[in-house]
């Protein structure tokens, strides 16, 4: 059976043909459009390297079938920074050494663009607790707490700013 | 994966005709489905997708003041409802300690109630496992058991029902909505799961075909709000499952406990009502010494399965702690960390 959807990845609409309703949207980025910034950490949910946003939420993209998301926006970390301009949240990993192999980053930085949104992020404890769906095996936790902070500092003023402006 | 058929129904009807056959499992969010699709554990040849019915996700409140939350509705929505958290903030507080927050995103309060106990041996199909094959027996038994039952288990299987969102509804009475081939029929969430006896296979009431289309909360429920809280022992203080979890609710008058409500986690193969331990509240004075007093009667009746005596006293002190803590009152805000042992200051009463 052949099943047709369509999605919108990083803003382009998208119509995906699947010749098997097991594809996941971690194996149909990665295997099929070509997308691997999302990684493949355990497969299971557990690791959060797959993090992306699925209509503005964070998900992992490992538990999700494709065909279950007809129609949805998907944003992964190939869709945040505009030309050669980091998105904040990036700059704030790299400001903040975030990171050490960066295999978790990808998912580290779309689960924390998340949490930004969910509006829980204003001091260390509840970032650690946000961003507690992220694994880092090399233990930059400390930088990662440290660039969400700023990053929620970031956005904020960026928000005031616009405001300002407008 | 199994290879399966997919169908995306447009109605319920529709979707519960479709899954009536036999190897027919609906999908939801699939975050506890797809993970044993993975390994192997559960093989369904048809998956029906609920995830477009109409109607399934909303939030409301009804004419009793009662409130009724739709199956589809996501775990992390439902926590952040202001009026249902407010209604009922230690079933919030237990939808917030659950998971991570990519799973509540995706999770679905009727989900929540057909997730499979964690047991390791459920998972792993080269295991002997009667609750996911009849009659192999139970690895379990002899096997890797610290976290497993120390109520209602039974020499087939001693497996614990992992979910928090249940501990709190079912110490709330909350009722579960069901519409089947049969019809729409209704069910005490106290009934819904069920103990393993000789046939752990059988987990719940439901019936070919049967589907979870709500939940209902009662108005009386949501009087108990300022004094409602959610405790979560585990071995690490972030994204994992419960070693014992307790809720508690409390109706103080006139220096009296009017109501109690107790539940345990983490203890059986479904969420347990306590209702001994309320029944010792009943009327007293709420003092610590009444509340080691119901946790006595909570676990009176519970047995290890293997590694696990130490579960009792756990259970124990869970409970006496979840009590004074619904005694301090619900905190306005929730707490960094919901639902943990560690949690700083939680700050001022939300309905003093």
């Given at each position: 059976m052949?099943?047709?959807?369509?999605?919108?990845?990083n803003g382009d609409l998208k119509s995906v043909l699947l010749d098997d309703p097991r594809v996941t949207l971690l194996d149909l980025l990665r295997e099929r459009l070509d997308l691997t910034g999302t990684k493949k950490g355990c497969d299971r949910g557990q690791c959060g390297a797959c993090t992306v946003l699925v209509d503005g939420r964070r998900i992992n993209a490992c538990l999700s079938l494709a065909i279950s998301l007809d129609g949805a926006e998907v944003l992964t970390i190939e869709g945040l920074a505009e030309g050669e301009r980091l998105h904040p949240v990036q700059a704030a990993f790299i400001a903040h050494d975030g990171f050490q192999c960066g295999f978790c980053t990808p998912g580290q930085i779309m689960s924390a663009l998340g949490l930004l949104g969910e509006g829980e992020a204003d001091d260390p404890e509840r970032i650690r607790e946000g961003m507690s769906g992220n694994l880092c095996r090399c233990g930059a936790y400390a930088g990662i707490t440290e660039a969400v902070l700023d990053a929620h500092k970031r956005v904020a003023e960026e928000a005031a700013e616009h405001r300002r402006v407008a | 994966m199994n290879q399966f058929d997919y169908a995306r129904p447009t109605s319920v009807a529709e979707a519960v005709a479709a899954a009536s056959g036999p190897g027919a499992a609906y999908l939801a969010a699939g975050t506890n489905l797809l993970d044993l699709m993975k390994t192997g554990a559960k093989r369904p040849g048809l998956l029906v997708d609920i995830t477009r019915l109409p109607g399934l996700d909303r939030i409301e409140t009804l004419p009793d003041g009662g409130m009724r939350i739709g199956a589809m509705v996501r775990n992390a929505d439902l926590a952040r409802d202001r009026a249902f958290a407010?209604?009922?903030p230690a079933v919030a507080e237990a939808l917030l300690s659950g998971a991570s927050p990519q799973?509540?995103?995706a999770a679905t309060a009727g989900g929540n109630l057909m997730q499979h106990t964690r047991c390791a041996?459920?998972?792993?199909p080269a295991?002997?496992?009667?609750?996911?094959?009849?009659?192999?027996g139970c690895d379990a038994l002899h096997g890797e058991n610290r976290g497993h039952a120390v109520l209602g288990w039974s020499q087939d299987c001693i497996a614990t029902h992992p979910s928090d969102f249940c501990v709190p509804l079912v110490a709330l009475d909350a009722v579960v909505e069901i519409e089947g081939p049969a019809g729409r029929r209704e069910a005490p969430l106290e009934e819904f799961h069920l103990l393993p006896g000789e046939n752990p296979s059988r987990e719940n009431v439901l019936q070919p075909g049967e589907l979870i289309v709500a939940l209902r909360m009662s108005a009386d429920a949501a009087g108990l709000r300022a004094n409602s809280r959610y405790l979560k022992l585990r071995e690490r203080t972030s994204f994992a499952f419960a070693l014992v979890s307790a809720a508690a609710a409390l109706k103080i008058e006139g220096?009296?406990?009017?109501?109690?409500r107790v539940a345990l986690g983490g203890v059986a193969a479904k969420p347990w009502r306590a209702r001994a331990a309320e029944a010792v509240l009943q009327g007293v004075a709420p003092t610590r010494e009444a509340f080691v007093r119901a946790a006595e009667a909570a676990l009176s009746e519970a047995m290890p399965s293997g590694d696990n005596a130490f579960k009792i006293e756990l259970a124990k002190r869970a409970v006496a702690r979840v009590l004074l803590l619904a005694l301090a009152g619900t905190p306005q805000r929730m707490p960094a960390l919901p639902a943990s042992a560690f949690s700083s200051d939680t700050?001022?009463?939300a309905h003093a």
């Open positions: 052949t099943l047709s959807i369509s999605l919108t990845i | 407010t209604a009922y799973l509540r995103n041996y459920f998972f792993d295991s002997a496992c009667n609750r996911r094959e009849p009659g192999t220096g009296a406990i009017r109501t109690a700050g001022v009463p």
